[in-house]
């Protein structure tokens, strides 16, 4: 969704200064219900990530030697087509983008701002957003209604790359999280039915990080960027000893299970099924349900 669909919009306000200071940094995130973090991560932790979903993009004919798009006969097929699913299996067998999820400048923000033991979702999400295709850009929601389980669930948003405006990103209702669940169909909000709200969005930087709660209310932004692909990750955190929905600890998509993923991880990497260590409350999904 493009800028001028928002009423009125606002920087991102950084709160890198608050990682000294807990208690302001919990007060922080429990007033705006997001957290900004210019440079959190360096380019060469991001490095291993970004080089390995170019090199899985490129072998599935996403992108050309320079990295620029080849969108002919995939966007229009997306998500249901053996071709994308052929892809996005290969991208979550990719070990370097699972470490990212729990690098530990990542969880030492979290197991801050939690103020308890953190359980990282295994559940990792990498989105792939064409240029100029807006009807694949994510509509405004809150996470909670997909990803259920506890309500004080927080996701990091880190793109792979720059992220100019006409690349798009993310943009959020900070304080939106304060006002609850919102009872919509589908899960998509219309923003049309709502009060104006002031959306906060900017520019971001490799090793920016931005960080929300999953009753934020957030969406994508268009990529207008028409040389450019834009990849970013969704990872998610929260108490280990709040509950968990039993769909979070599996494979994003559920395309394939944990020992596809794994196949050719080393036996011994102590990242495989590292949340079977923990005494965790598992919601069990409803066979009716998604």
Known sequence: MPM??????????????????PAHLRERAATDGYLY??????????????????????????????????????????????????????????????RLAVDAALMRVFDTLIGERTLAHPRN?????????????????????????????WTAWIPLSDCPPELGGLALVAGSHREGLREVPEGSINLAAVEPWDWRCGPMRLGDVLLFHSLTVHQALDNEKMDEVRFSCDFRYQR???????????????????????????????????????????????????
């Open 125 to 153: 999400i990498l989105r792939t957003v064409f240029p100029g295709h807006p009807e694949i850009t994510t509509d405004p929601h809150q996470d909670h209604r997909p990803v259920k389980g506890s309500t004080d669930t």
């Open 4 to 21: 001028a669909a928002m009423s009125r919009t606002a920087p991102l306000e950084d709160a890198s200064a608050l990682l000294a200071e």
């Open 240 to 290: 280990a000893s709040d509950p968990v929905h039993e769909h979070s600890l599996l494979p994003h998509m559920r395309w394939q299970t944990w020992e596809e993923v794994y196949a050719t991880w080393s036996e011994d990497d102590p990242l495989r099924y590292y949340w079977r260590e923990l005494d965790l409350d598992i919601q069990p999904a409803d066979p009716a349900g998604p």
């Open 37 to 98: 973090l210019p440079g959190l991560l360096t380019a060469r932790t991001l490095a291993p990530t970004r080089r390995a979903v170019v090199e899985v993009a490129r072998e599935h004919g996403l992108m050309d030697a320079d990295e620029r798009p080849i969108e002919a006969g995939f966007v229009s097929e997306w998500r249901d087509s053996p071709r994308f699913r052929a892809y996005y299996r290969d991208i979550l067998q990719i070990a370097a983008f699972h």
